[in-house]
């Protein structure tokens, strides 16, 4: 019998040991046959183990609970250090697969924690896209797929608890009360905005612990003014639990940070009105259609934890104020109930049965990288430096870099220019047309890695050159993997070595179709990854950018002729007739290397003077960083992309468009053959493309659908995932 041991905190109303139980219970329900699911807790990482109590509060728990930590299949671990500066303890877990289920709050995940996890789990479980950002920008390199939390509450049935306050309006808040909460921001701000005569009281669910906000508890203890009901009880049941957060009309979080905001999500699905910060965990469900996300600012963290550098989100105290009063005053207006109706649709994605789903399909996964932890790689690839396959290579190795023993790149020598200082795991041993390879194959011998992954292109060295690397390293019993990021007919002159290799990688169904022909039909394809940018409301950025009364529409790239942005400047002098407040950023920097480039604007000027577009286009000429692009394409309603017949690989500007998860217009050009999203004109002829992005702004409901289709796309080719896949071909 196989087992998955489920190890940390489980006897207590502790958020983890919710989790824990939960995730264990709903595992078990959908079991594979052959397994078996136990959960394990000791007192040198938990501070409360089962006893009767728990046992009768908790019947199921009796056949989940083991006392014994033996060797397993799979440990799946979800606990927080016992103390600030200790470390987990990964290392007297005995799993074949070690699996963390994790969550954290700030900025930065501490260093000595990113160390025991690379050396010591196989992958992780972040709880929300916040935490997985935040573990990748510290240094994780292990595989991650984010698993949310289900929710409890909403399924709940209630129980009467005795509220003192007779006040009709209830304002509900549920936490720790720690710093990061924002209880000092909820209380001065709700202190600041309502009075002992209005009808509402503001009832705080808090969970006695030693890190709760002073200031705030001092605050509520001297209020005179606008009432507070105050429950600093960790004891209360589930049900009672239900009973507070459905009695309030509004609930209110003006968190710092959280890994998943597990009160947030519940008072959703409740279809309560929720005010709450548009950062971190609840990041990944709030929206301008179910809920009043509040505006922040990043500030340096005051938290006990104490990491230098971290920060945390500072709400907009004044906006929480005006939300607070326009939802007391506004609770049954149609743009509040609207709201709400939406929230509920939470309940139905955020269960159990989902999170249990998700992890099996998860373990299955992951258990096949195991042995990969004793094996070391080696990429012959360009890295760090402004070259496509190079920024593909950073975008993909660091995701799973310690999932393997050890990795390393070989990277060329003749660059001209790095992005930034070489890390150690860069080796600069070939360059440019190379012909013998003696470094390489000196230092591979040294080295002695099991496999062997060529990121290839033509212009790197020839494709004989390919095939006797290919023919040294498979006659050596290596593991010999080739991606390549263009076809070509003299391909076929190494049809022998290609089909020789453990795999070749191609990312195109053209590609592949093209590698076919030529008789080398053991490719498989694999897309390129999305970066991930955080998916900010496009209301909240018009407002910021004082756009809120205009129809935005943008388009991206560095300018040269074939890109269509002088017909979409023309486009657009036909679609302000019938649209006067259209708005097209053009977000096309000046490209210093392409000869047409600075040309292409001044004809771009000149159009718009010609056809008084002055107030209905705002260029954006320079080069501007990647956030910042981000923020303007999600400003807008629809991203178009008006290329003529452009014959390159997937670029940037399309990578970034569709990052944004915003509907797409593009038009039938070879660059966007691949892709299966966006709307697709048959040219870049200026009627055509204002034809095109008319029927998208006159349509609220065509353009729901292609931002849910952007967003499905986005979650389908996100680099996260990707990587994952990209991994397992190492032991397919």
């Not at 789903?357 to 258990?367: G, R």
């Not at 004809?603 to 990647?626: A, G, R, V």
Request: with cysteine.
């Amino acid at each position: 019998m196989k087992r998955i041991l489920i190890t940390g905190p489980f006897a207590s109303e502790y958020s983890i040991a919710k989790v824990n139980r939960n995730l264990a219970k709903y595992m078990q329900a959908i079991t594979p046959q052959g397994y078996e699911v136990k959960l394990y807790a000791h007192r040198e990482f938990v501070d409360t183990l089962p006893n009767e109590a728990t046992y009768k509060r908790y019947p199921f728990l009796r056949d989940l609970v083991t006392n014994e930590n033996f060797d397993t299949d799979t440990i799946l671990f979800y606990n927080f250090p016992k103390s600030i500066y200790a470390p987990y303890g990964l290392n007297k877990l005995k799993g074949e697969l070690k699996l963390a289920y994790l969550g954290w709050e700030e900025s930065i995940y501490p260093e000595r924690l990113v160390k025991e996890c690379n050396a010591q789990l196989h992958a992780i479980a972040p709880i929300s896209e916040h935490v997985r950002q935040v573990l990748r920008m510290s240094g994780i390199g292990l595989p991650m797929k984010v698993i949310h939390h289900g929710l409890d509450i909403p399924l709940t049935k209630a129980e009467t608890y005795p509220l003192k306050s007779k006040k009709t309006f209830k304002i509900y808040h549920n936490s720790s009360g720690q710093y990061r909460k924002g209880l000092d921001v909820l209380v001065k701000s709700y202190l600041e905005t309502f009075s002992a005569s209005d009808d509402v009281v503001l009832i705080l669910k808090l969970f006695p612990n030693l890190s709760q906000d002073k200031e705030a508890l001092k605050l509520i203890k001297e209020n005179r003014g606008a009432e507070i009901e105050l429950i600093n009880d960790g004891n209360i049941t589930d049900g009672q639990m239900r009973y507070l957060a459905e009695s309030a009309q509004m609930h209110v979080y003006p968190a710092r940070a959280e890994g998943f905001a597990l009160p947030i999500a519940e008072g959703l699905a409740l279809g309560k009105a929720v005010i709450a910060t548009n950062y971190s965990g609840q990041a990944d469900f709030l929206s301008t259609q179910n809920s009043f996300p509040l505006d922040y600012k990043l500030i340096p963290s005051k938290s006990h934890l104490n990491i230098p550098g971290s920060k945390v989100a500072e709400p907009d105290q004044k906006q929480l104020s005006r939300l607070m009063r326009y939802v007391y005053e506004n609770y049954d207006t149609k743009d509040v109930k609207t709201r709400c109706e939406n929230a509920v649709q939470l309940k139905e994605q955020l269960t159990w049965e989902n999170a249990a789903k998700s992890m099996w399909e998860y373990i299955e996964k992951v258990k096949k990288i195991v042995p990969l932890k004793q094996e070391r790689l080696s990429v012959i690839s360009t890295y760090n430096s402004q070259c496509g396959i190079a920024m593909y290579s950073s975008d993909i190795y660091p995701k799973f870099s310690h999932a393997f023993k050890d990795m390393e790149i070989i990277a060329n020598s003749d660059v001209t220019e790095r992005l930034k200082p070489d890390d150690q795991t860069i080796k600069r041993l070939w360059q440019y047309s190379e012909l013998t390879f003696d470094r390489v194959k000196k230092h591979l011998d040294e080295y002695d890695p099991k496999y062997i992954h060529f990121q290839y292109n033509l212009s790197f060295y020839s494709p004989r050159r390919l095939a006797e690397l290919i023919d040294i390293y498979t006659s050596k019993q290596k593991k010999v993997l080739v991606t390549l990021h263009s076809v070509h007919s003299s391909l076929a002159d190494i049809k022998e070595q290609l089909l020789r290799v453990d795999k070749l990688i191609v990312h195109s169904q053209k590609d592949k179709q093209e590698l076919a022909d030529m008789g080398i039909e053991n490719a498989v394809e694999l897309r390129h990854g999305l970066p991930y940018f955080a998916d900010m409301d496009q209301s909240l950025i018009q407002e910021k950018l004082g756009l809120n009364s205009k129809r935005i529409i943008a388009t991206h790239g560095m300018i040269h002729d074939k890109k269509g942005f002088i017909e979409l400047i023309k486009s657009l002098a036909i679609l302000k007739k019938v649209i006067p407040n259209i708005l097209l950023l053009c977000i096309t920097a000046i490209n210093p290397n392409n000869s047409t480039s600075r040309h292409t604007y001044k004809l771009m000027q000149e159009e718009i003077e010609k056809n008084d577009l002055k107030d209905n286009i705002i260029l954006f000429p320079s080069f501007l960083e990647t956030p910042v692009v981000i923020r303007l394409l999600q400003a807008a309603e629809v991203i178009v992309l008006p290329y003529a017949q452009v014959k390159e690989g997937a670029s940037g500007a399309v990578k970034y468009a569709l990052s944004s998860r915003r509907p797409v217009i593009l038009t039938d050009s070879y660059i966007f053959s691949g892709l299966d999203t966006g709307l697709k004109l048959k040219s870049n002829d200026p009627e055509v493309l204002a034809e095109g992005i008319a029927k998208v702004l006159n349509d609220d409901e065509l353009r729901i659908q292609m931002q849910d289709k952007a967003r499905d796309y986005f979650l389908r080719y996100n680099w996260e995932d990707v990587s994952l896949e990209h991994l397992l071909q190492y032991v397919s």
